[in-house]
């Protein structure tokens, strides 16, 4: 079955990086654009950045552009999330998902979700 494993969150001061990987399996990995999410506490769940099934084309929110970078690694079936120059509103649990249509923002158009991994921003 399909499995997403996000890791990697933690405690971190503002100005801060973390990089979260995302294991999957159960599927074919490189035929799909990966994403990511976050959601903060009494948030809705918002788009954070995706990648398309080569690492080719990505997009990224307007809050997150120039300080966060996704990337993957087709042969270790991972999706990586780089954040940089991180603040506090970035504090939120973090949310890999496989895109069922390319390139997606919308959260309607992913289909399998890992668990999460809870990123704190300390300011």
């Known amino acids: 079955q399909v499995r997403l494993a996000e890791s990697g969150g933690g405690l971190v001061q503002a100005g801060g990086s973390l990089r979260l990987p995302c294991a999957a399996s159960?599927?074919?990995?490189?035929?799909?654009?990966m994403g990511w999410f976050r959601q903060a506490p009494g948030k809705e769940r918002e788009f954070v950045a995706v990648?398309?099934?080569?690492?080719?084309?990505?997009d990224y929110a307007d809050s997150v552009k120039d300080r966060f970078t996704i990337s993957r690694d087709n042969a270790k079936n991972t999706v990586y999330l780089q954040m940089n120059s991180l603040k506090a509103e970035d504090t939120a649990v973090y949310f890999c998902?496989?895109?069922?249509?390319?390139?997606?923002?919308?959260?309607?158009?992913?289909?399998?979700w890992g668990q999460g991994t809870q990123v704190t921003v300390s300011s």
């Open positions: 159960g599927f074919t990995f490189s035929s799909f654009s």
């Open positions: 998902a496989r895109a069922a249509t390319h390139l997606a923002r919308s959260r309607y158009n992913y289909d399998y």
């Open positions: 990648v398309n099934w080569n690492g080719g084309s990505t």
